[in-house]
């Protein structure tokens, strides 16, 4: 699997009453990139993240993920879009606790075409084994420590073979040692299979590991810095 | 329905054309449900929507089941007494009575309720019975009862013809025996004494004249289940009247009766040789002196009434089905703002808003649907409390059983249901996701 690069240009997010709460005038991310966003609370960070994978529609400018402008679809489109190219993490695990950790992991073959289905549950299965949770894999995800429901969420992200991982705030419920462990987890995964993984985080451990680094302040997108060759 | 479609239906087997018209009831729900499903597999997030969402569940769907179990069981019991009615009145084809109220004479002979009607004399009684279509004709003696139960004075024939063969013993005799209804405790053998009057009417018995029980009837559904049947003679003789027979009688009971010494009968029970016949007997006895009636046609004339009245409870017990669901429906669309957050995840996910569309909306038919099958079982139930109590309480036999017509309307219930449960899941697919989603 490939990662995707994205192109932003001339991007502007409004809010309730037309107010522009992001503005991100131009942003590259090379494909198979780790990219950690970061920034005071409230500067924007989490909508960046939202407008890139589709789910705030930007008021203008472009969001090009390889050959594809999204910012250019409607709802419908950018759902797709979202389905066959993006895993999102968010900060909280967000499962369904009556679901098994197999159930959440394998959350998107419920509404993926019928010939993907059981690839993605297999790849869960693996995932969960990787991350060490595949002899709980049928445990109701409600049973499990934070760090381990957080692993279940990274696992429902990469289990569809999305190119691109999306986090916001992936460790920020974490203590110290699982959140090294995720963020360790994260970017391994993500860099194994070549994926392009932004994530969204105050926790200096996961901007130590990422190839760029992105500043948002007061909403403004500013120019990424290199950390890595 | 176009006339195409009704000859094409009249054409089958009833069976065939009931289950047609329940699937054309449920086509609504089928096709929806293939529509918004399609390409989806809700299942394990549906199952565990419903075990997170339990009791809420549980009252939701015992509220639907609640509303259809009254309402099929209403309908059912109606039906099952129409039909009990209808049974009990089968083997009285044509009753001549004096002329009055044709349903007091109906009550009166075939339902055994006390009523006070004018007698027919013998000489007319004579002449229903000598009528060549006549095939039998019995004479009917009221006025004592034993137990609470009525003593009712007739003869052999018409017992026969009545139980169609005794369940044990045999037809009374003499002026002594009696046959006991199915549903009395009394077995052959035993002996009653018959007290004057019935229930709280009731006025002592007849010095020590007592009958030996020789014979049970079967089962007929009918009040005579519960009554005691004995030679109208011992009826008229106790009462000290004529008892039907000049004084040559050899005492052997039953027809022919000496008009001269007849003393009178409330109705005469009549069985013509043919339809044709019967006809032909209402007509000749329809005098200033005498009313002749079909208790079927006076059934079917009080049903013809009810029908109305059971149109009316069809719409009422379908209005109610549905004021339920709607507060239902209502209450999902409160549950779906709960919710709000999961379906959020899901769009944010990737899921198509028809996901989320097609997970509130079988959310709600599960709901529906286990709602309709337990409301189905729960009138079931009632009616068999009902029809034991109508039983008990009438002396008719009630068999209330749902049929085709209720499986019909809760079918038509739950495609209306299905239909009116879009609207909770179009109403997830306007929420705004990011809002949801950050709780």
Do not use: C
């Not at chain 1, 502007?12 to 920034?39: K, M, N, T």
């Not at chain 2, 169609?164 to 006991?180: D, H, N, S």
């Amino acid at each position: 699997m490939t990662g995707i690069a994205l192109a932003i240009s001339g991007l502007e997010v409004r809010g309730q009453g037309g107010r522009r709460i992001l503005s991100a005038p131009h942003l590259e991310v090379p494909a198979g990139a780790a990219v950690a966003v970061r920034g005071p609370s409230g500067a924007g960070k989490s909508t960046l993240l939202y407008a890139m994978a589709g789910i705030i529609a930007p008021a203008q400018g472009r969001i090009v993920w390889g050959d594809t402008d999204i910012a250019g679809r409607d709802d419908r489109g950018r759902a797709a879009f979202r389905r066959e190219s993006v895993g999102f993490i968010f900060q909280e695990h967000l499962l369904f606790e009556e679901l098994s950790a197999l159930g959440n992991a394998a959350i998107t073959a419920l509404y993926a075409p019928r010939r993907d289905r059981r690839r993605i549950r297999d790849n869960a299965e693996g995932l969960l084994t990787r991350l060490g949770l595949g002899e709980s894999a049928t445990r109701r995800s409600d049973t499990f420590s934070g760090g381990e429901r957080q692993r279940i969420a990274v696992v429902r992200a990469l289990a569809g073979d999305a190119p691109v991982i999306l986090a916001d705030e992936p460790t920020a419920s974490l203590d110290r040692p699982n959140a090294d462990a995720l963020a360790d987890d994260l970017m391994r995964l993500a860099r194994d299979d070549g994926r392009t993984l932004i994530a969204v985080s105050h926790d200096p451990a996961l901007h130590d590991r990422a190839d760029h680094v992105i500043d948002v302040v007061d909403g403004r997108v500013e120019t990424p810095e290199v950390q890595h060759a | 329905m176009p006339d195409a479609v009704a000859g094409l239906l009249s054409g089958l087997p009833l069976w065939m054309e009931d289950t047609l018209l329940l699937l054309v009831a449920l086509l609504p729900v089928l096709v929806i449900g293939a529509l918004v499903l399609r390409g989806f597999a809700v299942g394990p997030l549906l199952s565990a929507l419903l075990r997170r969402q339990a009791w809420v569940s549980v009252v939701f769907t015992a509220l639907i089941a609640v509303s259809i179990g009254l309402g099929v069981g209403l309908i059912a019991q109606e039906r099952g007494l129409r039909e009990g009615t209808a049974r009990a009145a089968d083997k009285f084809e044509l009753v001549v009575a004096a002329p009055g109220s044709e349903i007091t004479a109906m009550l009166a002979a075939v339902y055994l309720q006390p009523s006070a009607i004018p007698l027919i004399d013998g000489p007319t009684y004579a002449q229903i019975a000598a009528h060549p279509n006549a095939e039998l004709v019995a004479p009917l003696a009221f006025g004592d009862s034993y137990d609470n139960a009525p003593v009712v004075g007739s003869t052999p024939a018409f017992v026969e013809y009545l139980s169609e063969g005794l369940a044990k013993g045999r037809v009374f005799a003499t002026e002594t025996e009696a046959i006991a209804g199915a549903r009395t405790p009394l077995g052959v053998g035993d002996s009653f004494a018959p007290q004057h009057g019935r229930g709280d009417a009731a006025e002592g018995a007849h010095g020590d004249f007592e009958y030996q029980v020789v014979g049970r009837m079967p089962m007929t559904g009918s009040p005579w289940d519960q009554a005691y049947i004995v030679p109208a003679e011992s009826v008229w003789s106790v009462h000290g009247l004529a008892n039907g027979h000049g004084p040559d009688w050899d005492g052997s009971v039953g027809a022919p009766f000496d008009p001269e010494y007849f003393p009178g009968t409330p109705a005469a029970l009549v069985k013509a040789d043919t339809l044709g016949g019967a006809y032909v007997m209402q007509a000749q006895f329809n005098t200033d002196r005498t009313m002749a009636l079909f208790p079927g046609t006076v059934l079917s004339r009080l049903h013809a009434l009810m029908g109305d009245i059971r149109q009316v409870m069809s719409i009422l017990a379908v209005v109610t089905q549905v004021l339920v669901t709607v507060g239902v429906l209502a209450g999902l669309m409160m549950l779906t703002r709960l919710l709000s957050r999961r379906l959020a995840l899901l769009r944010a996910l990737g899921a198509p808003r028809r996901f989320n569309f097609a997970l509130t909306w079988s959310y709600a038919v599960t709901l529906i649907v286990a709602g309709a099958g337990l409301g189905l079982a729960l009138g079931v139930l009632l009616t068999r409390i009902i029809s034991g109590v109508i039983t008990a309480r009438t002396d008719i036999l009630v068999t209330a059983s749902l049929g085709w017509s209720e499986l019909h309307l809760v079918g038509a219930f739950v495609s209306l249901t299905a239909l009116l449960a879009l609207i909770p899941a179009w109403l997830t697919m306007t929420r705004p996701v990011v809002r949801d989603l950050r709780g």
